[in-house]
């Protein structure tokens, strides 16, 4: 992982905690996780995207990204996404479309799917660096950490000197960070990188280090990293792939 090697992963990560303003903010998405019953995977995949040519021919109004998990114990699970909605976008949806969606997936995708999940989540709009253009990106390296409780804000503190020293040289690193909303267990962040392709995971020149050294000295890096290692309690990563083909895509794009 290029970002910072002494912690084997990426180190950047989000606020925990969003102001009451900025959560009523267009940033809210809702998230599903959908794990395919044992020896399915085709006839599940097949299923879904019969779901989503469903959902496209009767009256989807929101856009649904997917992506594939490729690696790690959730290998082979879908990820299916909608973004850039308020609270209220979440009420119109379930007066709406949404339980008309919900039961059409029952009749067709469940008997598939060994496991389903929902997430609320809510994207840092103060710390994110997107490219200018997102269709070229296809991967998605995505870390998630669990913090020591109480920690959070020294965690944040410290995020936000990697998030400063990027943008000051401009680097062409491009994530967002996630805030858990509803449906997630404990003080967690997750990071999201986008890349085009598997070599874009090399580490870049200069590196996170060398970058990080310039702007805060050898003792300065070394006290940034130690105040990160200490929140953390454990630390998963992932990688996924955009699924277009899996994907709702109406006007105003993903």
Sequence with gaps: MRLVRPLAAAVLAISLTLAPG??????????????????????????LRDHIEWRKANGETWNWTTYQ??????????????????????????????PVGGLAYGATVMSLTAAASMTITASDTTRMRLPD????????????????????????????????????????MYYVFINPVAGSTGPSMTLVIFEKNWA???????????????????DGFAEIVEQITSSIVSEETQIARLRRDLSIVLDGGM
């Design 22 to 47: 900025q959560l009523q903010a267009q940033n809210l998405a809702q998230t599903w996780t959908l794990k395919p019953a044992l020896g399915s995977g085709a006839a599940f995949e097949s299923a």
């Design 200 to 218: 874009g995971f090399a580490e870049e020149d200069p590196t996170m280090n060398e970058i990080m050294t310039e702007k805060y000295g050898e």
């Design 133 to 172: 253009d997102l269709d070229e990106y296809n991967l998605l390296n995505v870390v998630t950490w669990t913090l020591v409780p109480g920690r959070e804000g020294a965690f944040n503190e410290a995020i936000d000197k990697y998030h400063a020293a990027i943008t000051e040289v401009d680097a062409p």
């Design 69 to 98: 998990v490729v690696t790690g114990p959730d290998q082979g699970d879908y990820v299916i996404r909608s973004g850039n909605h308020t609270w209220a976008d979440f009420d119109e949806y379930d007066a709406g479309f949404g």
